[in-house]
């Protein structure tokens, strides 16, 4: 049996695994990872990290079976070469990442609601820079089984 919750944060990172420009978006992702057990070096960018981070009850129906209606906030962050066109590719990363999630597959998940982004630049001996977007993704499971 599938957990629901792994089943949702693996259509999200199949979706994004599918950021090519041979596919119509502006950048190439070369690696989604969900929570990295190193940091990300300048080599594995353009890259995507997943994390869910809070999983929230936001309705329960009670019957046959008892259902829960969940909230999974999830943020994804946006890493890109160090060069002259950081800032630029972040953008384009950011839309590329929106536009994603437009594709992700509605059968493990009811709607996903953008809920912000923000960029942040370090002007070092070149500019260093991320984005984080934010995400909530609302889905159905069984009360007491993850199915």
């Known amino acids: ?16 695994t599918g950021i090519t420009t041979g596919n119509g978006y502006y950048i190439t ?4 990872y ?11 960018r353009p890259c995507l990290v997943i994390r869910d981070t809070t999983n929230q ?22 890493y890109t070469a160090y060069n002259a066109s950081t800032p630029t ?14 594709q992700v597959s509605k059968t493990n998940l009811n709607w ?13 001996e070149y500019i260093i820079g991320n984005a984080e977007i934010n995400i909530k993704v609302f ?4 009360k007491f089984l993850e199915s």
């Open 112 to 124: 996903i609601d953008l809920e912000s982004d923000t960029i942040k630049m370090v002007q070092d």
């Open 1 to 16: 049996m599938a957990i629901k919750r792994q089943s949702v944060i693996d259509d999200i990172k199949t979706a994004l």
């Open 57 to 78: 009850v936001v309705n329960e129906m009670h019957g046959n079976p008892n259902q829960l209606d969940k909230q999974l906030s999830i943020t994804i962050e946006c």
């Open 29 to 32: 992702v070369t690696n989604v």
């Open 34 to 44: 969900e929570y990295p057990t190193k940091p990300i070096e300048n080599n594995e």
């Open 139 to 142: 889905y159905r499971t069984s």
């Open 89 to 102: 590719n972040i953008r384009k990363m950011i839309t590329d990442v929106e536009k994603a999630l437009g």
